[in-house]
């Protein structure tokens, strides 16, 4: 494999990759009390096998009890609401039920 570094990009030569269709993928996803990652909190953990297009049967989803009160604007963006995270299950509990 040859690899060129140019100021904008990069060429590999000679890679070769593996069929990426036929892998089973997990996918995740998460909702928050808000978008920056150092102040805000879980509220929903959800996850799916995918391969070839399609949803595998394996799901997974829970919700996470939040360590501060969840705003209004997001509580009507994902229909999360504060009452809800009474007893939620931890980020920890949730994904260790996963």
Not at 30 to 41: F, K
Not at 66 to 94: C, D, H, Q, R, Y
């Amino acid at each position: 494999m040859k690899i060129t570094l140019l100021p904008d990009t990069y060429f590999i030569e000679n890679l070769s990759v593996s069929s990426l269709q036929d892998r089973m993928y997990c996918i995740f996803d998460l909702e928050g009390t808000g978008i920056n990652p150092v102040v805000e909190s879980v509220t929903q953990f959800g996850a799916m096998h995918y391969q070839r297009g399609h949803q595998c049967k394996t799901t997974f989803s829970s919700l996470t009890r939040a360590n501060k009160p969840i705003p209004e604007p997001v509580a009507k963006l994902t229909g999360i609401s504060n009452e809800e995270m009474l007893e939620a299950p931890s980020f920890v509990e949730a994904f260790q039920e996963f």
